[in-house]
């Protein structure tokens, strides 16, 4: 997420200013236009495949037979893994194209929606165990009716689990990047960025909050918090990114939460 950190995410030609890049609102965030590229991408990259991604199984723990909605669940990386270790799966997206890359990992039957994080769910009251939200929170800039939706849909006690950019790191990448003023940390701000892959570029958009407005937002929305995690990368990490993991081998990225619904 900063300048110096090791990359491997599907980001990132460079950080665009909102005043900067005009925002058509219809192609921001259309992960339909490179579904099969970043897929690839985030199936072995640093950032995912060895860092965010293992970070969420290790807090998810033992999910034998437990009830699992992956809110924003892309091509379903996470849901195969989670389904590997006994769960009982279930997912959805916005992009129908990322979508299709799921219904092929994970075969037919899968229960897979297209649904937006932040409206009404398809699903009743207290269907799920636990809720894993993986990099998807930051995308609103309003979290209250997202939370309030996967508050609604998990069974009490049940658990919710998120990543989302960590609000320091893009602090810091603001504020190397000379937006300082523009970016205030305790804003809750809009930030645009070009993803290259394959050959394509799209403007992805991302909203800062600084740590206490998420805190506020999950306490408000019935959820006490039990874990805030900063990780290491996994132990694969070392033989597959040798120079950068020697360079850094902690770096900030990704927050993580469990988070229990009261």
């Not at 200013?17 to 199936?43: K, M, R």
């Not at 799966?89 to 229960?111: K, N, P, Q, T, Y």
């Not at 019935?222 to 850094?248: C, M, N, Q």
Request: net charge negative; with cysteine; glycine share 8%.
């Amino acid at each position: 997420m900063t300048s110096d950190e090791p990359q491997g995410h599907a980001t990132s030609t460079g950080l665009s200013s909102q005043s900067a890049v005009p925002v058509d609102l219809p192609t921001v965030n259309d992960y339909d236009s490179f579904a099969e590229t970043y897929s690839a991408e985030n199936e072995t990259n640093l950032l995912n495949g060895h860092y965010e991604r293992p970070a969420m199984l290790a807090l998810a723990g033992d999910v034998a037979g437990r009830r699992i909605l992956d809110a924003g669940c892309g091509s379903g990386p996470l849901s195969a893994a989670l389904r590997d270790r006994g769960a009982i799966v279930s997912g959805f997206d916005a992009s129908a194209g990322m979508l299709e890359l799921a219904r092929r990992r994970l075969g037919d039957g899968a229960d897979l929606r297209v649904a937006d994080l932040g409206s009404p769910l398809p699903y009743p009251d207290d269907t799920f165990d636990d809720v894993v939200a993986s990099l998807v929170l930051h995308y609103l800039e309003d979290w209250g009716p997202a939370l309030a939706e996967l508050r609604r849909v998990l069974r009490t006690g049940g658990r919710l689990i998120a990543s989302v950019d960590h609000p320091f790191a893009v602090n810091l990448m603001h504020r190397q990047a000379g937006r300082e003023a523009e970016y205030d940390y305790f804003s809750t701000t809009n930030w645009t960025e070009e993803w290259t892959m394959g050959g394509r570029t799209a403007l992805m958009s991302f909203w800062h909050r600084p740590l206490h407005t998420m805190i506020e937002a999950f306490t408000s929305a019935g959820f006490r918090i039990t874990v805030i995690s900063e990780p290491e990368p996994d132990s694969a990490a070392r033989e597959l990114f040798p120079e950068a993991i020697a360079a850094k081998p902690r770096f900030l990225c990704f927050l993580f939460f469990v988070l229990h619904a009261g």
